[in-house]
Structures are given as structure tokens and as C-alpha cells.
């Protein structure tokens, strides 16, 4: 045996080891369901934790803009005449830009990532987002609608985990951001507020590409979108649209202008108002990871999501008739059973269009859902300041989710006649879900 056979082969350095760690985070991944679609479902949570979270934290920014622009003192920004102009009404406008730009933007989003993959869509969109741009729709859109493309068996329960985060947020964020806007100002907690949104550029470095395959080209600008258009023109996917869209009105009704009631209308202490969102968003959490393991035993993926619904409706409609904190606590754990629909709404268009046009289907589902969302905290506003209370606006809120969840029935019907693509393709066997180029796919 000669000394070159006897020769070890040294260990590789500190800086070569780096170097592989690299390789393998940039190089695409085939597995489902394997511990790196785990990595990439924290990754999602973690992006909804900081976006969503910080959205839904507005309403500590609420109150503080009101006395800023509306009035100097409690009875001021309780009062239904402090303005001719609308100040609650427009005030509201403040936080509902930032998320309508960020869904409304959805499809634009989608495109987007069939065109350039998830990771460098995402990465471009922390930086904006961190800027005060329009990049919370980069951020959103492909973190959530491409999860699917992860997992395979645990797949409702993994998206409802990573949608948890927009309300696990609102838990820490809203007291975090209250201390900082008590301690060093309203602006201030602005500033924090885009400093951690830096955080999810490192999340989008997570998202590996999926089902590499070099024989397929990037799709032209006429390709994609025609797969925008082709989901809306699915018909299941579009009643199931119009009646998920609904029950959007109320979501940042409630956020927006639930602590302000209990403040104005019942005396309730700021703090015990602000905890009144903590409550919702813990149950809504809860509700969501339960209803994503429920989704993924059952083939009606859309019966969890209706029930959760109608709760919601009969909730907003019994509002006008709460008279004690403690009623306003009930209120807000109907509405967190509620709010968990965005959590389990997110498997339904995978189940209805198919794997390869659901980023583009979420896309839309974001659009239309933001156009409704975006009425609820203005129009609350603009009720309180026309009639002193908020109750019209909850009877429209309530009334709207009945309907919702009553019109999905009409699934039921459609369902014999043009099964989910999901059963006729993606549970017979895994699929590439979206391909995108030589170099980078979901």
C-alpha cells in the first residue's frame, strides 16, 4: 500500500463549510413534506407575523392620529361631531391604504413570481416594505400562495400554521408598539415598525426553489396572464370568490374600531380596549391550526370555513346589543373563531383550480378580498361620525357573512358538476406545481 492510498483527506474549513451551507440554501429542493418544507412554513409564519401583525396593530396608531388630527383630548376623539369633514372616517384610510395596496397588488404579485420565482419577489419586497413601499403585496402574496407547493399530506394544517402568524402578531406587537409609542411617541414606534420588516428579507432566503427542471423556459408576459384569467373563469373558484369576498367587510371593522367603542361608549380603561384585540387574535390562532388539521381529514374543505362564518355574522349582528366589557369579550372570541376563515381559506383555491394556478388564484382571492376589507374601517368611521354609534355598520358587517356562508352552498351543486381540479389531478400524484425557468421554480 503505497502512502498517497494512506493519505486523509482534511477536514473542510470554517469558510468552506459556509460556502456548502450556501450551495445547499440556493439549490432547489424535490421533497414534500420533508423538514425543509417545515424551514419554509416558519418562514411564511414569521413573514405574517411581522406584515399582518403590524397591519393589524394599527389600531394603537388609531386613537393617537385622532387627537393628533381631529381633537386634543378623550371627549374630542369621542365625539361623533369632532369633525365636518370625517376626521374618523379618514383617519381610517390611514391604515387601510397599506393593506389594500398590499392585496390589492395581489395579482400583479403573482405574476411576478411565475415570472422571477418566490425568493427574489420576497427579498425585493422586505426592502420596500421596510421603506414604506408598495412591497407588502411582494411579500404577502408568494409567501402564502406558494406554501401549497411544500407539502403534500399535512398540507391544510401547515398553511393555516403559517396564517396564525398574522394574528400571533397582533399578540405581541400591539402591547410592544403600545409601550413604544407611550415611552418615545407615535413616530417612533413608525420607525421600529419598518426596521423589523427588514427581518423578512432573511425569510425570503429560506424559500428554496421547487421541482427544478431545465428543459422548461420562463413564461412570456401573455402566458401569465392568461393564468390570471383562467382562474377567475373557473366556475367554483368564482362563486366561492363573490362569497368569500363578503365576509372580508368586517375584518379591520373590528380591529379599527372595537377598542375605540369600548373607550368611548362603555368608559373601559385604553389598555383593557387594546387587550380586547389580544383576546381575538389568540382564539383566531387557535381556531386556525384547528381547523387546519380538521381540513386536512376530511374531502368538504370548505364546510370548516363556512361554520366559522356564519359565527362571524350572527356575532356582528348581536353587536349593537352589548352592554358590558364582559360582553364586548365574548364579542371578540365569535369574532377570533371568525377571523380564522383567512387562515382556512387559503387550501381552497389549490383545491378548487389546481396546483399550477394557485399562486394565481391567491393572487386574485387577495385583489378582491382587499377591495372589501378596505370598506369596513372607513365606513365604521363614517357611520360613528353621521350617527354617534357604530351599530349600521355591524348590522351591514353581520348581514354580509350570513350571506357569504349561505352562498357557499351553491358549491355543493356546482361540485357534481365540475369536480376540484385537486381531486382530478393533484391526488393522484405530486405534481410541479409551478415551473418556473432553467434556474428557479416555487
Not at 419554509?40 to 394599527?58: D, E, R
Request: charged content about 10%.
Amino acid at each position: 500500500m503505497t502512502s498517497s492510498q494512506n493519505v486523509v483527506k482534511p477536514t473542510a474549513v470554517p469558510s468552506e463549510r459556509r460556502r456548502r451551507s450556501i450551495k445547499v440554501l440556493m439549490q432547489p429542493t424535490k421533497a414534500v413534506d420533508s423538514g425543509w418544507s417545515w424551514i419554509v412554513c416558519m418562514a411564511s409564519f414569521t413573514t405574517n407575523f411581522i406584515l399582518l401583525g403590524t397591519f393589524g396593530s394599527f389600531g394603537v396608531l388609531y386613537v393617537q392620529l385622532l387627537e393628533l388630527y381631529g381633537g386634543s383630548n378623550h371627549t374630542d376623539i369621542c365625539s361623533s361631531k369632532n369633525s365636518t369633514t370625517s376626521v374618523s372616517g379618514q383617519t381610517a384610510w390611514i391604515g387601510n391604504q397599506a393593506t389594500l395596496l398590499t392585496f390589492s397588488l395581489g395579482p400583479l404579485s403573482a405574476a411576478l413570481v411565475v415570472r422571477w420565482g418566490v425568493r427574489p419577489v420576497v427579498t425585493a419586497g422586505a426592502v420596500l416594505f421596510s421603506a414604506g413601499g408598495l412591497g407588502g403585496s411582494m411579500i404577502y402574496t408568494p409567501t402564502v400562495g406558494s406554501l401549497p407547493a411544500y407539502f403534500q399530506e399535512r398540507k391544510a394544517f401547515a398553511i393555516s400554521f403559517a396564517q396564525s402568524g398574522r394574528f400571533l402578531g397582533n399578540v405581541v406587537l400591539v402591547p410592544i408598539f403600545t409601550m413604544i409609542r407611550d415611552s418615545y411617541g407615535w413616530r417612533s414606534q413608525c420607525i421600529f415598525m419598518g426596521s423589523i420588516g427588514l427581518l423578512v428579507l432573511i425569510m425570503g432566503l429560506l424559500y428554496r426553489p421547487r421541482h427544478l427542471q431545465p428543459d422548461v423556459t420562463k413564461p412570456s408576459v401573455k402566458d401569465i396572464i392568461v393564468g390570471l384569467c383562467r382562474s377567475q373563469r373557473h366556475i367554483r373558484f368564482s362563486v366561492w370568490l363573490w362569497a368569500v369576498t363578503l365576509h372580508f367587510f368586517q375584518i379591520f371593522l373590528v380591529l379599527f374600531h372595537l377598542g375605540r367603542h369600548a373607550e368611548c361608549k362603555m368608559g373601559v380603561d385604553p389598555t383593557k380596549g387594546g387587550n380586547l384585540i389580544i383576546y381575538l387574535s389568540l382564539v383566531a390562532a387557535i381556531c386556525g391550526m384547528i381547523g387546519g388539521i380538521v381540513q386536512d381529514h376530511i374531502t368538504n374543505k370548505m364546510l370548516p370555513l363556512q361554520l366559522v362564518i356564519f359565527i362571524g355574522g350572527v356575532a356582528n349582528l348581536s353587536f349593537p346589543s352589548l352592554t358590558t366589557y364582559s360582553h364586548l369579550v365574548g364579542f371578540a372570541i365569535l369574532i377570533g373563531i371568525a377571523d380564522s376563515f383567512l387562515s382556512l381559506m387559503s387550501i381552497i383555491p389549490q383545491h378548487l383550480v389546481g396546483s399550477k394556478e394557485a399562486v394565481n388564484a391567491f393572487g386574485v382571492l387577495a385583489c378582491w378580498g382587499a377591495m372589501a376589507s378596505s370598506l369596513g374601517g372607513p365606513a365604521g368611521g363614517w357611520v360613528y361620525d353621521t350617527y354617534g354609534s357604530y351599530d349600521l355598520a355591524f348590522y351591514l358587517a353581520g348581514s354580509a357573512s350570513i350571506i357569504s356562508s349561505l352562498l357557499m352552498f351553491t358549491d355543493y351543486i356546482f361540485a357534481r358538476r365540475v369536480p376540484a381540479v385537486e381531486q382530478k389531478q393533484d391526488e393522484r400524484k405530486p405534481v410541479p406545481d409551478i415551473v418556473l425557468s432553467k434556474e428557479t421554480s416555487i
